[in-house]
């Protein structure tokens, strides 16, 4: 059967493999709208958008036509020698024009990981050539996710990502606690002076290490697989002018949160942030095709022409670097998103949203929803009064994914927050829907 040639042959990633090997896989069939189906035929609400990615669901024709469309007329060509074509020419202009200012130049790969990667090799590369060589390190936070190569993985705070893999992590990748409110906050600490205590962490840090080592903090405006986590209030409001007074670069890792997950276009300008880089995938092609870009400034630009008169050859990049199908399916998301006005469509679906998830503060295992646009966490708790996780081998969170499952639902568990990014086009009938799988799901778990 499918499952045994599953289990026989396909090594599954970001999944514990010992349960795997015991219990098999969901294998998903097909899709359609907000909606997948299983090879048993069984139906399921898509609360992940995948992996927080589909956000125009499971059966936009338009997508796949633009891809059928570019196959035809050009499949493959490439950006290395001075070559290059028209879709990626015209993705470069679309993404520049409606990037936070300053913004004006991209490179194209294929994933959110490659995209935070090539960030980090421009940096360094970047502090060479204006001749400060000294200052490389970076700053990234305690379960803040960006990626699994080796360098993403390492300013990724994700303790399973470096346990026995050997990562450079440490040395040059610095990281922060995670700014988890409802976690982390002493009682009757307020969001505003927890925000502050983390400021003052990331201040004490440039203290110990020296401002002139370090060269750039990666952040997520909402955290994703850390536990889809917004940031408390006031947090990068503190945390901005503290990296500018060091000129410390501010990466925005926009690769869940950018393309309206938050409700604006971009997470950065949701929460005000001005980042120096900003990286994108997921959402820029509704993830119908893998694509992901590196917004960079002028400024780093000009250091990189200035790079190939001093070395030759820009030496970085990918075969599948703006892939002609996957830069015309990122156009047409793009010209689908603004049609179908779908940052207004998420601003008016997310109110049921939020309050549809935040009626479970009441259910006896929740302990705290939170959410922002079309993105949110709830906490399970085992005593929610004095805020007690259940201890890691109850795998709490994985029970409830499991009853949701059972139910109909998928959602995903990062530890004990079960996270929900449903695809942007989620109707209200459809929230209610997902809401009261879930319920269904968290009682069966209970
Ligand atoms: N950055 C963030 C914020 C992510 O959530 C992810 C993936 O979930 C990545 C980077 C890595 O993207 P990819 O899996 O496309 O390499």
């Not at 499952?3 to 899709?31: C, F």
């Not at 960006?146 to 990724?156: E, I, K, L, Q, Y």
Request: hydrophobic share 40%.
């Amino acid at each position: 059967s499918l499952h045994a040639l599953d289990l026989a042959h396909v090594v599954h990633q970001q999944t514990d493999l010992d349960a795997h090997a015991r219990e098999g896989a969901l294998l998903i069939a097909r899709g359609e709208g907000v909606h997948v189906w299983d090879t048993e035929g069984n139906r399921y609400i898509e609360a992940m958008a995948g992996l927080w990615c589909a956000s125009l669901g499971f059966s936009e024709r338009r997508l796949a036509e633009a891809a059928y469309r570019q196959l035809l007329e050009l499949p493959y060509y490439h950006t290395f020698f001075q070559k290059g074509h028209e879709p990626s020419v015209r993705l470069a202009e679309k993404l520049t024009a409606i990037a936070p200012r300053g913004l004006n130049h991209v490179l194209f790969q294929c994933s959110g990981s490659e995209a935070n990667d090539a960030a980090i090799k421009l940096i360094w590369y970047y502090n060479n050539l204006v001749g400060r060589p000294q200052k490389k390190k970076l700053i990234g936070r305690i379960r803040g996710y960006h990626g699994n190569t080796v360098a993403a993985a390492s300013v990724s705070g994700q303790p399973h990502m470096h346990a026995d893999f050997d990562l450079p992590y440490g040395g040059r990748f610095l990281h922060l606690s995670n700014p988890h409110y409802y976690r982390a906050h002493e009682p009757g600490e307020t969001e505003e002076a927890f925000s502050a205590r983390m400021a003052a962490e990331l201040e004490a840090l440039i203290e110990r290490e020296g401002g002139e080592t370090i060269a750039a903090m990666f952040a997520e405006p909402v955290q994703g697989g850390g536990g889809a986590i917004t940031p408390p209030r006031g947090y990068f409001e503190l945390i901005q002018p503290i990296l500018k007074k060091h000129d410390i670069m501010l990466v925005a890792d926009e690769v869940i949160c950018g393309f309206g997950r938050t409700g604006n276009l971009w997470g950065s300008e949701t929460y005000r942030l001005e980042p120096d880089i900003l990286t994108c995938a997921k959402q820029l092609s509704a993830s119908y095709q893998p694509i992901s870009a590196t917004l960079i400034s002028d400024r780093i630009h000009a250091a990189l022409i200035e790079g190939s008169r001093k070395n030759g050859t820009f030496g970085h990049g990918f075969t599948y670097g703006a892939h002609p199908v996957a830069c015309a399916v990122a156009l047409e998301t793009l010209k689908i998103y603004e049609e179908r006005d779908i940052l207004g469509h998420v601003r008016r679906v997310s109110p049921a949203f939020l309050e549809g998830l935040g009626r479970f503060r009441d259910h006896p295992l929740v302990g705290d929803v939170r959410g922002i646009g079309l993105i949110a966490g709830v906490e399970v708790m085992a005593d929610k009064a004095r805020r007690t996780p259940f201890p890691p081998e109850r795998k709490a969170g994985l029970v409830v994914q499991k009853a949701c499952q059972d139910n109909g639902l998928i959602v995903r568990a990062i530890g004990d927050r079960i996270a929900f990014t449903p695809p942007l086009i989620i109707t209200e009938e459809e929230i209610a829907a997902m809401c009261e799988a879930f319920g269904r799901g968290l009682d069966a778990a209970w």
